[in-house]
């Protein structure tokens, strides 16, 4: 079993900042398969960040320039700096954890709401 607990989510005015924090225990192989997704209401849940693409890490074009993902190993756990926030990045964010089974394990996810 793996749980993640999320936690740095809130209330910000656009163009503010803020952190939010994943930290993973139990069956944990590798952090290198976390990453955080976010879910807007109406919405499909959509991956922010990391993605892979042809063997370097991006992130959804929503957020390139404004976002950084991070990782610590020692401590099993995974960060996004979210810059320069916009109303239209209010979403539930969630931590995501992938098995070598291709199972997904889910945070409980944080409110992140940016008022204009």
């Known amino acids: 079993q793996v749980q993640l607990v999320e936690s740095g989510g809130g209330l910000v005015q656009a163009g503010g900042s803020l952190r939010l924090t994943c930290t993973a225990s139990?069956?944990?192989?590798?952090?290198?398969?976390m990453g955080w997704y976010r879910q807007a209401p109406g919405n499909q849940r959509e991956l922010v960040a990391p993605?892979?693409?042809?063997?370097?890490?991006t992130y959804a074009d929503s957020v390139k320039g404004r976002f950084t993902f991070s990782r610590d190993n020692a401590k099993n756990t995974v960060y996004l700096q979210m810059n320069s926030l916009k109303p239209e990045d209010t979403a539930v964010y969630y931590c995501?954890?992938?098995?070598?089974?291709?199972?997904?394990?889910w945070g409980q996810g944080t409110q992140v709401t940016v008022s204009s």
């Open positions: 995501n954890y992938r098995d070598n089974f291709g199972f997904n394990y």
């Open positions: 139990g069956k944990i192989i590798s952090i290198n398969a």
């Open positions: 993605i892979i693409s042809g063997g370097s890490t």
